[in-house]
């Protein structure tokens, strides 16, 4: 049972590049969201979803796009990385609203 | 102020000790998730509270809704207790708002 699965565990970016955080989970949860964890921040939440084709923005969503076009995947995408995007980002799964949440193993982005 | 504060920041004790850590928050809840993250790892849910007390294992985790504030608690601490231990708000995986989380370590 892999749970939550992040791809990539690392990632170097430049400056203005594009790319995509891939989240899957094989539990059949309908909620997933995306948070990142900075130093003396804590985790803050980027954007969720409540199930397939709805999403929403969290605290800090500026920079981020999210998308679900099915249960099992929820990727970010970064537009136009920028150095502020520097973080870990974490994502998550439940399967109902008052139920335990499991995590993925974390995505170590640096943008230069 | 963040809506959820943990006390303390940081924790160094000794193996065997009992270990406290507190957690309290401003608005009500509907569930309270305690998490444990170990250096350069992933974030693991070792409860998640509505009312009570629950315990698996060593760890034994209470909530007080009236005085909005948890406990986590740890019994015959051991090394491989050594993480940051992060409590949360919320409802599942959704919109949880977490606290800054305790650095513990235990010391042989």
């Known amino acids: 049972n892999a749970g939550v699965t992040q791809t990539p565990k690392f990632q170097v970016l430049k400056t203005g590049q594009s790319m995509t955080l891939q989240c899957a989970q094989d539990?059949?949860?309908?909620?997933m969201s995306w948070y990142r964890q900075d130093p003396g921040m804590g985790l803050r939440l980027i954007h969720y979803?409540?199930?397939?084709?709805?999403?929403d923005q969290g605290e800090v969503p500026n920079g981020y796009n999210v998308s679900r076009s099915t249960t099992e995947d929820f990727p970010l995408r970064l537009l136009s990385a920028a150095p502020s995007q520097t973080s870990v980002y974490f994502c998550?799964?439940?399967?109902?609203?008052?139920?335990?949440?499991?995590f993925g193993q974390g995505t170590r982005l640096t943008v230069v | 102020k963040n809506e959820v504060e943990q006390s303390p920041q940081n924790l160094t004790a000794q193996e065997g000790e009992f270990i406290t850590i507190n957690c309290s928050y401003s608005?009500?809840?509907?569930?309270l998730h305690w998490l444990q993250q170990h250096p350069g790892g992933g974030i693991v849910s070792l409860f998640m509270?509505?009312?009570g007390k629950k315990k698996h294992g060593r760890l034994i985790a209470t909530i007080n809704i009236q005085e909005k504030h948890s406990s986590l608690h740890i019994t015959a601490s051991h090394p491989r207790d050594s993480a940051v231990y992060i409590c949360?708000?919320?409802?599942?995986?959704?919109?949880?708002?977490f606290g800054q989380g305790t650095r513990l370590t235990i010391n042989p």
């Open positions: 979803s409540v199930g397939a084709g709805i999403t």
């Open positions: 998550a799964s439940s399967g109902q609203v008052n139920t335990e949440a499991f």
């Open positions: 608005v009500g809840i509907s569930a």
């Open positions: 539990m059949n949860h309908e909620y």
């Open positions: 509270l509505s009312s």
């Open positions: 949360a708000r919320g409802q599942g995986a959704q919109k949880l708002v």
